[in-house]
């Protein structure tokens, strides 16, 4: 099935809820790898939006992007209670652990402030991180 | 006059009965319940300090720079976002508001150029202003961190730049495509401190996004980010004069921004009713035809259209036309004469052409270019309301619940109009949109129909009598209504007619292609309003049975109650600035102004004692009687103002014809238009920005236009009229256009309240102007029809003889496009080119298969009458066996293919209709080489003779 004719399919199964957008958004970030400039003006013209509307929210958020990166992605919270348990001391290990090969994004609280440093791979928290654990976590994605 | 922005208020004007009374830095104001405090602050003549807030748009409460102190009330709340309440207590100036202020304005300058002296802003900047009011003297956080200094400067628009170094990210521009324009073509993209206004996508640019081109996002910008480009080349404009936009029938005003004799940029008045503050990109930018290097500016003389075109003074041009009009009048008769008033001009220039031909000519040969457009309107809506006019102000659009667009494309020919329809539309109010093509108003963004009628080209008065069968016989008559207001032995005759069985929506759904429950949604939807209002253009009139149609639109909106209140109505959208004060000036053959005919002898008799003259009573010729009796010899000179026949009427070849065999042809314009190639005289003319007068909107509205700087040419056209009157030797008087319209007025019923000075003291009038109505009359028929009865006429569907067949299978339509007007004069003179270049076919995927065509493709385009070519476009836009296209541009020539078929009551040509046959070609007609070889040659200008 072309890419097109999957963005409809995807499109019709969240076209008549309230506010389908995100849902729609979502969905073809996770099955497409992107929400490519194509896909934006499909998704505008089958809601009626403009192609401006779609672009100003697949480049806010961090969770969609305009171009596929097919590496694996470990978040890592960079809010104020896991700093105060010493994440930042962590990245310098993070990012020799990640090289080229794993992205790193940073979030910013992941719900687990007492128990932080705190960081998420696929949809799998992982807490009390240390170097060696978030390398090994890192090594594991 | 020294140059000031506008004042704004900050937040929009609220309309509301309560009144809160509140004080502010210790005065006392009253406002309507729900304003903001910053309007509030700014009615007692305060100004909070703003960045993201405008009065054209809803508050947005971003740049935290409007905070102020409310006592009683912790922190402090943005003053945009606040309403005013009843016994409030403000501080706009405290030491803590001040410190915030200074802290905010601190941030924004860490990341801005500081070039302001170099900057094509500097002084005319609300950032620079803010930073003065807030007294910035120093950004503590330095310069060094990172910053957008070095963002690329978008130059893709060929009438501003959009420099992304100097926004502040306001979000104002995104707001004005959004509130004002309705296109939403610009978005922020990213977040946080990489957030960037854009226009479109990744990769876009502003010429390749949806943008088009209105400008709101300029006006809106208050920094130098978005920034005209005349203004960087110019400089700061040094006064300015308020005027009225000569393109459209919206009659947008605009203070007109000069430098010296420059005109460094066009603004929408806030102040002018018709536009509130809006623009589009022909009124706002494209009037660079001003002084385009084609312009004519000396008289030119040739005895026949074979020799070169030979500059003389406007002397011997007026002695050598006076002498040719003269004599030919002595030898053929007054009936011999004519001449053909202007829809772009003046109602001062166009009274005094239709004087010329009635007092100076002796015969009542005059016509107007109403003749190929709303004639029917006038016909029809004289007819069953009793005046020649729409009934609403453009206002009335807000109170709308139902609009049923029919033959009209609003977001292309009327754009001002549009958007505040569209803005309605947003809020709610359903969408009827009946048009063979699937206009942009059918589906874009936020805004869709619910019902698009596609009918088949020539069908309007089916479906029409169709929507009215359903009405009749569901039972969905405003009974009260029609036994009140209307002619009730008439209205019973027509609900008989429309309740046969052969007017249903199932019985002509073949001939209409509409299918029959679509229809009948429709005029269900239409009937229960509860304020519907139908708004309609050319695609109604242009037809065999325009005036047909018309009456068959007035009969719906009579039989459901929807005349003589706001929010609904019936409403020509006019092509033309001045359509419908040229038809209102007497420029009809059968007509005197205000719409009395020509055989009433009172009415005769009255301007035969002001003009000293006696008038022929039997009704003149109209153009394309006057074109046919050219060609029988008994019609020999004709003087055009601004008008472009030989391009704008139909069937191209017969009216070459019929201009040829004249022995004078006076063309005064602009340019050398294609008429000017069959013309002997050529009177140059002068813009719109260059003359006093009046022009009168689609709504009746007479607005002034001013002069803002002198004519190219000497003379403004009502001078030279009254130049040619008087070298004829009727020794006219006139030193001003306000005295002509002083003669109106005296002449005029509906015009006897309307003087210079009035509309200059109330910015604009709508007629009638009268006893009963001396502020001007938005909205008519609001005690009873004009004609005392609304009459209620049958309209029996009569299929055009333009006929589909074997040898042309398709039926074309034509039109107009956003960025060009009309015959394209003006607009193809300008950088507005850049959207349209040429003539396209737009032509449906299955009719383009079957003929082996693909976008791109030069086709031949052929009709009973001829033949021309162009290149095709493939859309699902129009239905198959439906093509279209515009005619702005003379290569093309458009009506080489249309026909000679007319509205059966007024003449007006059935543009919309023509059978034709689309196929492959390899290069242009032997019609077009032809005229391009004629016209070339046409347009030659002799050398100057040496100096003796």
């Known amino acids: 099935m072309s890419q097109a004719a999957r963005i409809d399919e995807i499109v019709a199964a969240h076209v008549h809820r309230e506010g389908p957008l995100l849902p729609i958004l979502r969905d073809v970030q996770a099955e497409l790898g992107c929400v490519s400039a194509e896909a934006e003006t499909q998704v505008a013209l089958a809601l009626n939006l403009s192609r401006a509307e779609v672009h100003g929210v697949v480049s806010f958020y961090h969770d969609l992007s305009e171009r596929p990166d097919p590496r694996p992605c470990v978040e890592i919270c960079r809010a104020e209670a896991c700093q105060a348990r010493g994440a930042e001391a962590l990245m310098d290990a993070a990012r020799a652990a990640a090289g080229e090969r794993v992205r790193l994004a940073d979030v910013y609280c992941l719900g687990l402030c007492s128990v932080g440093p705190n960081a998420k791979l696929g949809d799998e928290v992982h807490a009390r991180l240390d170097a060696a654990r978030l390398a090994s976590l890192i090594a594991s994605a | 006059m020294t140059y000031e922005r506008q004042k704004d208020f900050g937040t929009p004007e609220v309309l509301a009965e309560t009144q809160v009374t509140l004080i502010i830095d210790g005065r006392e104001v009253t406002v309507p319940a729900g304003t903001s405090v910053m309007r509030a602050a700014a009615e007692c003549g305060g100004s909070i300090p703003k960045l993201c807030a405008t009065d054209n748009m809803k508050a947005f409460g971003s740049c935290r720079l409007c905070l102020v102190e409310i006592e009683g009330r912790k922190g402090t709340p943005a003053s945009c976002t606040t309403p005013a309440e009843q016994g409030m207590v403000v501080a706009t ?106 226009a479109g996508q990744t990769g876009d640019d502003f010429l390749s996004s949806e943008c088009v081109s209105c400008g709101a996002c300029v006006q809106a910008c208050p920094t130098a980010t978005l920034q005209e480009k005349s203004v960087k080349e110019i400089g700061k404009p040094e006064r300015s004069v308020v005027t009225t936009c000569a393109y459209c029938g919206v009659g947008c005003t605009f203070r007109a921004e000069m430098r010296g004799e420059q005109l460094v940029r066009m603004v929408p008045w806030k102040d002018g009713k018709a536009n509130r503050g809006h623009s589009c990109v022909k009124g706002r930018f494209a009037w660079g035809y001003a002084n385009h290097a084609d312009r004519i500016t000396s008289p030119m003389i040739r005895e026949t259209i074979h020799e070169p075109w030979r500059e003389v003074s406007w002397d011997e041009a007026l002695a050598y036309t006076a002498g040719k009009l003269n004599a030919i009048k002595a030898q053929y008769g007054a009936r011999a004469l004519g001449g053909i008033t202007s829809s772009r001009c003046t109602n001062e220039e166009t009274f005094l052409v239709q004087k010329l031909v009635r007092a100076g000519f002796g015969s009542n040969n005059v016509d107007t270019c109403a003749r190929v457009c709303h004639s029917p309107t006038g016909y029809g809506l004289k007819t069953t309301f009793g005046t020649s006019a729409g009934t609403q102000d453009f206002d009335s659009v807000m109170q709308a619940d139902v609009m049923l667009v029919i033959g009209a494309n609003p977001t292309d020919a009327h754009p001002v109009f549009a958007s505040r329809m569209k803005r309605r539309l947003r809020q709610g109010a359903k969408l009827i949109v009946i048009d063979p093509r699937r206009i942009d108003l059918v589906r874009t963004p936020h805004v869709s129909a619910e019902h698009h009628l596609a ?494």
């Open chain 2, 93 to 198: 100036q405290t030491p803590r508001l001040e410190k915030l202020r200074r802290g905010v304005m601190e941030l924004y300058i860490s990341d801005h150029p500081l070039d302001c002296l170099t900057c094509s802003a500097n002084n005319d900047c609300e950032l620079q202003d803010q930073a003065a009011a807030v007294g910035l003297r120093d950004v503590r956080y330095g310069y060094e961190g990172a910053d957008h200094l070095g963002a690329p400067v978008d130059t893709s628009n060929p009438y501003f730049d959009f420099d992304p170094s100097k926004c502040i990210v306001c979000s104002r521009c995104v707001r004005a495509c959004d509130e004002v324009q309705g296109t939403l073509a610009l978005t922020i993209d990213g977040r946080g401190f990489a957030s960037m206004v854009s």
């Open chain 2, 455 to 948: 009918l088949r080209p020539g069908t309007n008065v089916a479906v029409l009598t169709a929507m009215a069968h359903v009405i009749v016989t569901e039972g969905l008559v405003d009974q009260a209504f029609v036994a009140e207001r209307c002619d009730v032995d008439a209205f019973e005759d027509w609900a008989r007619f429309v309740s046969d069985e052969r007017h249903s929506p199932e019985f002509l759904a073949e001939v209409t292609g509409v299918p029959a429950t679509t229809l009948r949604e429709a005029a269900r939807l239409y009937a229960k309003g509860p304020n519907s209002a139908i708004y309609y253009g050319l695609g109604v009139t242009e037809h065999s049975q325009g005036s047909s149609t018309v009456m068959a639109i007035a009969n719906l909106a009579m039989a459901t109650g929807n005349i003589g209140r706001p929010g609904v109505g019936v409403n020509p959208l006019r092509g033309q600035n001045n359509v419908q004060g040229a038809c209102d000036m007497g420029s009809f053959p059968h007509e005197l102004s205000g719409y009395r005919h020509i055989s009433d002898g009172d009415t005769r008799a009255l301007f035969e004692a002001d003009w000293q003259v006696s008038l022929d009573d039997d009704p003149g010729l109209r153009i394309p009687n006057m074109l046919d009796a050219a060609l029988d010899g008994s019609f020999r000179a004709i003087y055009i103002q601004g008008e472009d026949i030989l391009q704008s009427d139909p069937d191209t070849r017969h009216v070459a014809a019929g201009l040829a065999a004249m022995d004078c042809v006076i063309v005064h314009d602009l340019f050398l238009n294609e008429t000017a190639n069959y013309a002997h005289v050529f009177l140059p003319g002068s813009t719109f920005l260059e003359k006093d007068g009046t022009f009168t909107n689609a709504e009746r509205r007479i607005q002034l236009v001013r002069k803002v700087m002198e004519p190219a040419n000497g003379l403004q056209d009502w001078q030279v009229t009254q130049a040619l009157a008087n070298a004829m030797g009727l020794g006219w008087t006139y030193t001003h256009p306000r005295e002509i319209m002083d003669e109106i007025a005296r002449l005029t019923p509906s015009f006897e309240g309307v003087s210079f000075e009035r509309l200059d003291e109330q910015g604009s009038l709508q007629w009638p102007v009268n006893e009963a109505n001396p502020d001007g009359s938005p909205v008519m028929h609001v005690d009873g029809f004009v004609r005392g009865k609304g009459l209620f006429v049958v309209t029996d569907y009569v299929p055009t003889d333009e006929k589909t067949g074997l040898r042309f299978p398709l039926l074309l339509t034509t039109g107009r496009i956003l960025s060009q007007y009309n015959v394209g004069a003006q607009t193809r003179r300008t950088a507005n080119v850049v959207w349209h270049e040429e003539d396209v076919l737009e032509i449906h995927p299955v009719d383009a298969e079957n003929r082996g065509l693909k976008s791109g493709d030069w086709v031949r385009l052929a009709s009973r009458k001829g033949e021309t070519t162009l290149r095709a476009k493939v859309t699902d836009r129009v239905a198959p066996g439906v093509v279209y296209t515009t005619f702005h541009h003379p290569e093309t020539q458009a009506n080489v293919v249309t026909t000679d078929y007319s509205d059966w009551a007024t003449n007006c040509p059935e543009y919309k209709v023509t059978a034709v046959q689309v196929s492959r070609s390899n290069g242009p007609s032997d019609w077009q080489e032809n005229y391009a070889e004629l016209a070339d040659r046409s347009r030659r200008i002799a050398p100057a003779e040496p100096a003796e």
